[in-house]
């Protein structure tokens, strides 16, 4: 900044000289003539003395007698004493002239003050009124949404207590579905219980239908007699029958194909087996030899198993808990990031969507305003009609389109791109004061805002900006239209210097001249 500063001072001190040397130079160039000049004008006036005392002379010559009369000495005495006195007169009514001036404009600057005092109280007045107006209608308004917000909050209680109550009938009838449900899986998992010890009953039925065959098939083949009460070993049929038997059980689908394997793993074939000639100690076998034989077997593999463990598996388990421990680590910390962002973004979701209904609210409402006293005359005092709205009601209005409608007076309802160049002009800057109105700067520029308004737009501009000019907001307009500049309280006009080409500016306080 101080360097910037430093060149433009020095481009200034450099072009301040060379007009310096430019007006030595003229200076250097006039001083013979001037001297030339000088001796004349001294010659001039020797001359002029010459013939002045003669021409006195003469004078002395003609009026001696009339100055001997009336006493004076010559006749310069007398027309001395007689012009100081028409002197003296002459400068009291010039006294006289510049004193009634003086008093005339400053009985036609108070009455012009007056004048622009009165209007701007009657202006005043006017908006009191207005604003009055306004005060009433937004009382009435208010006294109208507390009341149809009371008969609201009424039925809100009640239709709170009727969801209160709604929600105690479904929490209890939640309550019932769920011991309903509980008790149906209850009955679910025995059921499956059931049907779990059928098909180990049904298998083992078939493993020993099996394995019954299995020997009266070999006794068969091997020709050993066996007592039977009834039927014979050659009702038995072969291998391949039996197989074929299966393969066709086994194309059958679902339920029908089991029950078929079944029936035909139970075929007896006609046989029965006759135990009358086993010895009794063998028909009092104790039924769970076998499963105590199984459970023996399986303790001993058990122990096998133990004796040469599977290092590699263990490896692996210890591989795959510390990945699932790392996994669930993982897991949490990205649920817990997740919780964090999704919190940090409904933070800021909130702060916005608050932040914008704060400012659409403000400026929604200014709108209105801004617009009537944009377009309002002494023809159409009523002014324009102006508003926003939302195209979308949701919760995120920000990320909606926002409809702006403008109705100069006396003119229907259209689009805004049916108004017209002015038209467009007046009610964009409507839009643009009433966002500054939310948020106030120091200063505010308009860089020719009315290139396309006729003469009346620019004349209600300028009473607009005149009206609400003051410290706290500042106008800065650039324009090139007379009726819009002409009230300013100064002017900065920019023009191109020939000699130095570049440009330079004047500036001008008008308000020296009010």
């Known amino acids: 900044m101080a360097r910037d500063e430093l060149n433009a001072f020095d481009k200034n001190l450099k072009s301040k000289q060379k007009e310096l040397d430019n007006a030595e130079h003229q200076l250097d160039e006039w001083e013979p003539k001037h001297n030339e000049k000088t001796a004349e004008l001294e010659s001039t006036r020797s001359t002029v003395a010459k013939f002045e005392s003669a ?52 009985l036609a600057l ?39 917000l009371g008969d609201d909050r009424d039925e809100l209680e009640a239709l709170i207590e009727s969801i209160d109550t709604v929600k105690a009938e479904h929490a209890e009838k939640s309550k019932k579905v769920e011991e309903i449900r509980q008790e149906r899986q209850k009955k679910n998992k025995e059921i499956e219980a059931r049907k779990k010890e059928i098909n180990v009953l049904k298998a083992e039925v078939q493993k020993n239908s099996a394995g019954k065959f299995a020997l009266l098939r070999k006794c068969k083949l091997e020709q050993i007699q066996i007592p039977l009460a009834e039927g014979s070993l050659d009702d038995i049929p072969n291998e391949d029958v039996l197989l074929r038997e299966d393969e066709d059980a086994m194309d059958v689908d679902g339920q029908d194909g089991a029950e078929a394997a079944m029936e035909a793993a139970m075929d007896d074939h006609g046989i029965e087996i ?96 801004v617009y009537k006293d944009l377009t309002r005359s002494d023809a159409y005092p009523l002014g324009g009609q102006a508003y926003l709205d939302i195209e979308e009601d949701t919760d995120t209005p920000y990320l909606s389109g926002i409809k702006y409608h403008a109705m100069p007076p006396l003119k229907r309802f259209r689009d805004m791109e049916h108004l017209s160049g002015g038209e467009k002009t007046m009610a964009a800057l409507a839009l643009l004061f009433a966002i500054h109105s939310y948020s106030p700067s120091p200063f505010f520029v308009l ?68």
């Open 110 to 148: 108070q009455t012009t003050t007056f004048n622009s005092t009165k209007d701007r109280l009657r202006k005043l007045e006017e908006s009191l009124q207005r604003l009055q107006s306004d005060i009433e209608n937004y009382e009435a308004e208010k006294a109208q949404i507390e009341e149809t």
């Open 55 to 106: 021409i006195s002379q003469v004078e002395d010559k003609i009026f001696a007698n009339f100055c001997k009369r009336l006493g004076y000495e010559n006749i310069r005495a007398y027309e001395a004493q007689q012009g100081s006195l028409e002197q003296e007169a002459a400068q009291k009514r010039q006294d006289f002239a510049l004193h009634k001036s003086r008093l005339t404009n400053a």
């Open 447 to 514: 860089d020719e805002v009315d290139a396309a308004l006729d003469n009346a737009n620019v004349d209600k501009i300028k009473k607009y900006i005149r009206e609400h000019a003051g410290p706290g907001m500042q106008f800065i307009v650039i324009s090139l239209k007379t009726g819009l500049f002409q009230d300013s309280e100064s002017l900065i006009g920019v023009y191109r210097d020939q000699d130095v080409n570049s440009s330079k500016t004047l500036t001008l306080d008008l308000r020296k001249y009010v």
């Open 274 to 369: 006759d135990f009358d000639g086993l010895d009794e100690d063998l028909k009092d076998a104790d039924l769970d030899a076998e499963d105590k034989l199984q459970e023996k077997i399986s303790s001993l593999n058990a122990e096998l198993e133990k004796l040469n463990p599977n290092m590699r598996a263990m490896e692996r388990l210890e591989s795959v808990k510390s990945r699932l421990e790392s996994t669930e680590q993982d897991f949490e910390d990205a649920r817990a990031a997740a919780k964090e962002a999704k919190e940090a973004f409904n933070e800021v979701k909130n702060k916005r969507y608050e932040l914008f209904n704060k400012a659409f609210a403000h400026i929604q409402e200014q709108i209105t305003h």
